[in-house]
């Protein structure tokens, strides 16, 4: 999950205001995701490579809240 | 809407033609008004992510299932049926209680539940209801843990519920058991208040943000939405997969968690058992698709005939095919308003797929499936019972 430098990556913004505790990143990319003790989705790394980022994507495709976007850098 | 006769799983063949030809179209339903209907995937999205499509019932222009919806929604103002921020406010109260944590941490609960009543089967004999002796009371089991309902009161809430969840009770019946399930959640909204349990209804209490009466009505949707969907989804999936004997296979050769899971997803999307479409009505103009619904049109967003536009899904969606990728699929929902019981159905439908053809390899049905009778007329489609054998 280490971003090497000079390769792509994504970086992931989470609207923590619009989450409504789905689980759905949690389920989709358990290694980026997880839920507070309020059932809240909380980041727990933020950025993936582009490689690495199908389950990150897969996060943000199956949010229904739309409370995740993803900036390709 | 009818099915084939011979095709009981494949969706109405008139609901397949309009997501071919128009994902977005209009139509006549119970009470002569003229809903939008969506059919396709990428609408049905659209319009449930889109705040002005309102889940307000009580705005002119919603549109209801049945005479029955209108009803019991009338009377239980709750988290389905209002919009943000008063849903956010409301569901914010209870995500904990239906975290991916809080499931997980149901699985043994559910697994040991489902030992049981398995063990319980194969001592009785050769033969089942796998509606009544299994499903029904694996759903009870789930929506008592989740609610935090007493062991003591678990036998009186499980006879309850399994009226409720019966398709086909008459209106009075339904009515009844309803207000009988609406006392019993009061008592235990009182009791809480002594005694506050693990649960929603204990976590409400202690918050004492919402009045007893809110609280019952929070604990009724719980049980409405939840117990119902879940029994005929454990029932209509085993069904799925005793008539297609090489999904079967799959499932009982597995034992593959990750697999499993994904058989459950791609149930979920094949079946859509929430048959009678998500209802929204616009609180002001929106485009979708391309046409432009009005102020104070009504919109049906058909998720299970989204579920099968193959703009969405690999190969042929009107196939059974468990290695296929189902996990945007909108069984649930989809938007704020997305089942808040989603992860525990999950974990529950795992347990169940994972458990009982492993236990009992050699089961069959015990009718012919022309035999088989469904409910179309519910919210949640489903079968009186499934008589099985091994």
Known sequence: ?73 | MDRTPGCPLDLPVKLRELAKTAPVSRVRIWDGSTPWLITGYAEAREVLTDPRASSDQRLPGYTFAAPQAKAFHTRNRSMPTVDDPEHAYLRRMVTADFSNRKAEALRPVFQRTMDELVDAMLAAGNTADLFADLAVPMSSKAICEVLGVHHSEGERFAALGRIMAVPGSPDSVHARVVEDMRALLSSLVQQAHTDPSDGVIGHLVRAGELPDEEIVATALLVMAAGHGATAHMTTLGTMALLTHPDQLELVRESRDPVFIANAVEELLRYLSVAHLGRRRVAKEDLEVGGVLIRKGEGIIVATDTANHDPRAFDGDPDALDLHRDARHHLAFGFGVHQCLGQQLSRVLLQVVYGTLYRRIPTLELAIPVDQISYKLDLAIYGVNELPVKW
């Open chain 1, 1 to 73: 999950m280490t971003v090497d430098a000079g390769r792509g990556f994504v970086r992931i913004n989470l609207d923590r205001e619009k989450c409504i505790g789905s689980g759905q990143c949690v389920l989709a990319a358990p290694d980026w995701f997880d839920q507070d003790e309020d059932g809240i989705a909380i980041v727990l790394e933020g950025t993936a490579s582009e490689e690495d980022s199908e389950d990150v994507h897969q996060a943000a495709y199956t949010c229904p809240a739309l409370a995740i976007s993803l900036d390709s850098e």
